[in-house]
């Protein structure tokens, strides 16, 4: 039995291992999206949406690990579609000699209930049922729909199978079943059945959605951070696409420097001007620097504000960020002395206790980060949802 289930515990590892950098790449649309639509972001949705994704990928990985070598695929015998409703019962029942003659011998159905073919049955069931719960509880899928798209997630998994892994080996590695497909349509009706069981201490769709909305209506600092994370990436993506087009010649270095700071100057100084003080990312996530009145900040506060959070913090950060490398590399290397490592690591904390020092003595002094204190500006919502009360 236990040597059966080690078979699953590999594609769970594998999931678990690349769900960091899967969700990594997801996030970013995650959070403008929910900062759009709500204000804010719960827990409780963070949560169930990156266990979605986790099990997703568990499910999948499920389907085609172990990966066996081209050669072995080679040597494997064709695996033809199995069209036979009920085939894995007919050959686990056949397999221990159960039939119309001894259906009543309870020894017989035990040793098939605890047989390698039945687990293989039950683990098509289940593999679907979170599916079922999550369709239910979080997207609000009706029956119907939750029996489409458990057939049709099945479906995928089975043409996965059929394909080879789309052309990857030179034939299926796998079976494909009718079996399949109704025991993970039947698993996605199980969980759709017991959801209410299931999440009865969870909080409903609409109390997180409640949740977000409330959020919404403060800039928390990690809201503030995705709008500084997003305005960094955007401004490089335009850098991109203008030194793309720059001639290369005997000055292109000077001429890349000139680019880089007309970049930043457009994006961070002429652009807010004709957006009433809104940068790219701020736009996205619905943000807008005002001055300390709420009204529209003037060119100078502007100017003075993103210089000091894209210019001198980031330098700051970015800087810390690579002296930290530095002293990595310097650390590791086993020619150099204590002291030297040492005095490494003094020089590498500079910039960072520079910057902490900044942001401790403006938080205590006046409740601000640097950037909005001596820019003599603020970051609020734009357009926050008032829909409490038209949430059921």
């Given at each position: 039995?236990?040597?059966?289930?080690?078979?699953?515990?590999?594609?769970?590892?594998?999931?678990?291992?690349?769900?960091?950098?899967?969700?990594?790449?997801?996030?970013?649309?995650?959070?403008?999206?929910?900062?759009?639509?709500?204000?804010?972001?719960?827990?409780?949705?963070?949560?169930?949406?990156?266990?979605?994704?986790?099990?997703?990928?568990?499910?999948?990985?499920?389907?085609?690990?172990?990966?066996?070598?081209?050669?072995?695929?080679?040597?494997?015998?064709?695996?033809?579609?199995?069209?036979?409703?009920?085939?894995?019962?007919?050959?686990?029942?056949?397999?221990?000699?159960?039939?119309?003659?001894?259906?009543?011998?309870?020894?017989?159905?035990k040793k098939f209930f605890t047989s390698s073919d039945f687990f293989q049955i039950l683990f098509n069931i289940v593999m679907t049922v979170p599916l079922g719960i999550y369709l239910r509880y979080y997207f609000r899928f009706t029956l119907?729909?939750?029996?489409?798209?458990?057939?049709?997630?099945?479906?995928?998994?089975?043409?996965?199978?059929?394909?080879?892994?789309?052309?990857?080996?030179?034939?299926?590695?796998?079976?494909?079943?009718?079996?399949?497909?109704?025991?993970?349509?039947?698993?996605?009706?199980?969980?759709?059945?017991?959801?209410?069981?299931?999440?009865?201490?969870?909080?409903?769709?609409?109390?997180?959605?409640?949740?977000?909305?409330?959020?919404?209506?403060?800039?928390?600092?990690?809201?503030?951070?995705?709008?500084?994370?997003?305005?960094?990436?955007?401004?490089?993506?335009?850098?991109?696409?203008?030194?793309?087009?720059?001639?290369?010649?005997?000055?292109?270095?000077?001429?890349?420097?000139?680019?880089?700071?007309?970049?930043?100057?457009?994006?961070?100084?002429?652009?807010?001007?004709?957006?009433?003080?809104?940068?790219?990312?701020?736009?996205?996530?619905?943000?807008?620097?005002?001055?300390?009145?709420?009204?529209?900040?003037?060119?100078?506060?502007?100017?003075?504000?993103?210089?000091?959070?894209?210019?001198?913090?980031?330098?700051?950060?970015?800087?810390?960020?690579?002296?930290?490398?530095?002293?990595?590399?310097?650390?590791?290397?086993?020619?150099?002395?204590?002291?030297?490592?040492?005095?490494?690591?003094?020089?590498?904390?500079?910039?960072?206790?520079?910057?902490?020092?900044?942001?401790?003595?403006?938080?205590?002094?006046?409740?601000?980060?640097?950037?909005?204190?001596?820019?003599?500006?603020?970051?609020?919502?734009?357009?926050?949802?008032?829909?409490?009360?038209?949430?059921?």
């Amino acid at each position: 039995m236990l040597n059966y289930l080690s078979s699953y515990f590999q594609p769970i590892v594998v999931a678990c291992a690349f769900f960091p950098t899967i969700a990594a790449l997801f996030t970013l649309p995650f959070v403008i999206r929910h900062y759009r639509k709500f204000g804010g972001i719960a827990v409780m949705r963070t949560i169930v949406v990156y266990s979605f994704i986790l099990y997703c990928m568990c499910a999948f990985l499920l389907t085609v690990l172990p990966l066996p070598s081209r050669e072995a695929v080679m040597a494997m015998p064709d695996h033809p579609i199995r069209w036979t409703p009920g085939y894995d019962w007919y050959v686990g029942m056949k397999k221990l000699g159960l039939g119309f003659d001894n259906i009543t011998d309870m020894g017989l159905w035990k040793k098939f209930f605890t047989s390698s073919d039945f687990f293989q049955i039950l683990f098509n069931i289940v593999m679907t049922v979170p599916l079922g719960i999550y369709l239910r509880y979080y997207f609000r899928f009706t029956l119907r729909e939750t029996i489409l798209a458990g057939f049709c997630a099945s479906l995928f998994f089975e043409v996965t199978q059929y394909t080879a892994l789309y052309g990857f080996y030179p034939k299926p590695y796998r079976f494909t079943e009718v079996d399949d497909l109704i025991n993970n349509t039947l698993g996605a009706v199980i969980g759709y059945a017991v959801q209410p069981l299931v999440c009865k201490i969870l909080p409903t769709r609409d109390e997180i959605d409640q949740i977000s909305y409330k959020k919404g209506e403060h800039v928390t600092v990690l809201r503030r951070l995705f709008v500084f994370l997003l305005d960094i990436i955007l401004c490089n993506v335009v850098f991109a696409i203008v030194e793309f087009f720059l001639p290369y010649s005997l000055v292109h270095v000077l001429v890349t420097i000139f680019a880089w700071w007309l970049t930043m100057i457009v994006y961070f100084a002429v652009f807010p001007c004709i957006t009433r003080g809104r940068t790219p990312g701020q736009m996205i996530l619905k943000l807008k620097t005002v001055d300390e009145s709420g009204g529209k900040p003037r060119l100078k506060q502007i100017i003075r504000r993103n210089v000091l959070l894209y210019g001198l913090e980031f330098f700051l950060l970015y800087l810390s960020g690579c002296l930290m490398a530095c002293f990595i590399v310097v650390a590791f290397i086993a020619s150099n002395s204590m002291p030297a490592i040492m005095i490494t690591a003094a020089f590498c904390l500079i910039p960072i206790l520079v910057l902490l020092v900044m942001i401790l003595v403006c938080e205590k002094k006046w409740n601000k980060l640097p950037h909005s204190h001596f820019s003599h500006t603020d970051e609020v919502a734009v357009n926050c949802k008032k829909v409490l009360d038209e949430v059921a």
